[in-house]
Structure formats: C-alpha cells, structure tokens
C-alpha cells in the first residue's frame, strides 16, 4: 500500500512564499506521475503543477512563474515551492501520485489528506 503524506501548509501574507511537500511510502517501482492540485472553498479542484507520465512538467495557467515543482527520486517526494503568493492561492492543496508497484506493470494512484494554505491580504 503507498501513503502520500504532505506537510508544509500555513498562514502566509499576500507577496509571501511556502514549499509544499509530499513524500510517498510503500512499495513502489517507478512514478507515472506526481504533483499538485488545489480546492477552494465552492470551487472545483485544480491542477497547480504536475510531474506527467510522459516525462514533462504542467503548471496552472494562475501559477505560471510564480510556483515551481521539484522532486527528489530517491526519496519519492515532490516539492512545490511557491512565491508571490496572492489571497486567490488560499485553497487546500492535494498531492496526486501514481505509482508503478511491482514488475507486471500494476499501478496505484491516489491523494495525500491535504494541506491547508492560506493567503492574507
């Protein structure tokens, strides 16, 4: 079974940054994908950046610039720094991974619980 487990969220001022993180556990051979998506409040859920299958990387047309996705490998995790931040990135933002998990070609994909980030004016 994989886990993704976030941490990073907070309170910051409008123009301020945070780096988001989201680390994988389990059993896991290889990613097909892993990023980030957000949800505000009476909104639907939003692709923020994400690491594709075929080996690119996509930012939301509103983080372009601002936010910028990174991984480390060897510790399956992901990071989204994010600077400038705007009252309108306030959201619960979602790690999404999917995971090759053995030789035969299974996957497991899935959600981390969330983290809340919230953004002052």
């Known amino acids: 079974q994989v886990q993704l487990v976030e941490s990073g969220g907070g309170l910051v001022q409008s123009g301020g940054s945070l780096r988001l993180s989201c680390a994988a556990s389990?059993?896991?051979?290889?990613?097909?994908?892993m990023g980030w998506y957000r949800q505000a409040p009476g909104k639907q859920r939003e692709l923020v950046a994400l690491?594709?299958?075929?080996?690119?990387?996509v930012y939301g047309d509103s983080v372009k610039g601002r936010f910028t996705l990174s991984r480390d490998n060897g510790k399956n995790t992901v990071y989204l720094q994010m600077n400038s931040l705007k009252p309108e990135d306030t959201a619960v933002y979602f790690c999404d991974a999917e995971f090759h998990i053995d030789q035969d070609g299974s996957t497991w994909s899935g959600w981390g619980q969330g983290t809340q980030v919230t953004v002052s004016s």
């Open positions: 690491f594709t299958s075929s080996g690119g990387t």
């Open positions: 389990g059993t896991i051979v290889s990613t097909n994908e």
